[in-house]
């Protein structure tokens, strides 16, 4: 049996996470028992709607957060133990962040080059070794001809991939990508994404894409989705080859925790008006989860046939044994029952009363 701890040898370890935010004389709970394991070298997407959790699960790998309660371990640096200035070191060598927001990644006096050398000059890198490392990664995002621009005449792309150039500066382990599309048209999206796969394939860095879009979860190998601050599915990818071709194979996981809670989809639930509580039933190689109808469901044929069996074998009696006497009828009590009033007649007409009123 394998006593390793959870996520041993992982670059991600969330275990039991919890984040409650305090607002006026509210407790609002962001995370609640989250677990989640990202190996080294992994393409992810983290999914889910507004209010699921996923940027306060972002928030807390990328050290600008701490979480209330449970373990949340990046690259060894467990962060609920992190003090400022190990937190600010944490940030500057071990984590990239992409924004949504263009502007929020570079700034808007420095050219594309000079941008990519600021963290690098941050961590007290020379400046010649400034100068390669900034002039091979904006020639892997395609833009060693858009060096000395600064970010306002480059298009809102040009930006994006400038600042996943900025990202990776300091070869971090992991980049953590907030929304990188969401300004983006298709095409630019797409171009985006092929060079956060190059990244991954060709430098080897961990990404982690948090997106609401369930669309970007088909440029990843793994999606998982967010609910109610857990993680509730796993979308897998996988490439295979037939006679047609390679094509991508998705299959889609239900997450179980350490305690054995599972997540069912919305969609499932629906369609099986799931309510309260399940039947469960262990097969040899499954489970099966069905409706607690027992209230109203009829008996299986099975169920009858045995229903049958066991009332005629009452009724019959064993041999020697004496025969069933009939209960008696139950007492009579109708004699002592009070007569029903009868209803009053109708009061008679006016041309059946005499003149003094009488009838």
Request: charged share 25%; with cysteine.
């Amino acid at each position: 049996m394998d006593a390793r701890p959870v996520g041993d040898g992982a670059l991600i370890v969330c275990d039991n996470l919890v984040k409650i935010y305090k607002v006026a004389d509210l407790e609002v709970v962001a995370l609640q028992g989250l677990d989640l394991v990202v190996e080294p070298g992994e393409f992810i997407a983290l999914v889910g709607a507004s209010g699921s959790g996923k940027s306060t699960l972002m928030n807390i790998l990328g050290g600008l957060d701490v979480p209330s309660a449970g373990r949340a371990v990046v690259d060894g640096h467990v962060l609920a133990e992190m003090g400022r200035a190990e937190r600010t070191a944490y940030r500057r060598r071990v984590i990239g962040f992409v924004w949504q927001q263009t502007a929020r990644n570079l700034l808007p006096y420095l050219t594309a080059r000079q941008n990519v050398e600021l963290p690098m000059l941050l961590n007290g890198k020379s400046r010649a070794d400034r100068q390669r490392r900034a002039t091979e990664l904006l020639e892997r995002v395609g833009l060693a001809d858009r060096a000395d621009h600064r970010p306002d005449h480059l298009s809102g792309g040009e930006q994006q991939r400038t600042a996943i150039a900025v990202a990776l500066a300091n070869e971090p382990a992991v980049l953590f990508a907030d929304e990188p599309t969401g300004e983006l048209d298709t095409t630019t999206a797409h171009e985006v994404f092929d060079v956060l796969r190059a990244a991954n394939h060709e430098l080897g860095v961990t990404i982690v894409v948090v997106t609401h879009d369930p669309l970007v979860s088909d440029q990843v190998s793994r999606t998982i989705a967010i609910r109610d601050g857990r993680t509730s599915t796993e979308t897998l990818r996988r490439r295979a080859t037939s006679e047609q071709g390679g094509h991508v194979i998705s299959e889609e996981y239900a997450v179980l925790d350490k305690v054995g809670r599972l997540q069912l989809p919305h969609s499932y639930v629906e369609a099986l008006g799931l309510a309260r509580r399940v039947r469960l039933v262990l097969e040899p190689d499954h489970i099966r989860i069905m409706p607690d109808h027992s209230r109203y469901a009829e008996p299986s044929p099975q169920d009858a046939a045995s229903k049958v069996a066991t009332t005629q074998a009452a009724a019959t009696p064993a041999a020697g044994a004496p025969s069933p006497t009939m209960p008696e009828a139950p007492p009579d009590y109708s004699r002592y029952a009070r007569p029903v009033p009868k209803a009053p007649a109708d009061p008679p007409s006016a041309g059946d009363r005499d003149a003094g009123g009488r009838s």
